[in-house]
């Protein structure tokens, strides 16, 4: 029935578990960490102006 792309990321239930989805996890960490770096930006930019 789960079919669908990354569908090895679910588990027996249907829940979505990232644990199971190693590649998933790590797209998950570089986009946080690039939200998060971006965020740093542009309040050091806030600050200066």
């Known amino acids: 029935m789960l079919n ?3 569908s090895r990321s679910y588990d027996k239930r ?3 578990n990232p644990l ?3 590649d ?3 797209t ?3 986009l ?3 939200i998060l ?3 740093f930006i542009v309040r050091l930019g806030k600050r200066d102006s």
Request: no cysteine.
């Open 37 to 39: 770096v971006f965020e």
């Open 14 to 16: 249907g829940f979505y």
């Open 4 to 6: 669908a792309v990354g």
């Open 32 to 34: 946080l960490l690039g």
């Open 24 to 26: 998933g996890l790590q």
């Open 20 to 22: 199971n989805d190693k």
């Open 28 to 30: 998950h960490t570089i």
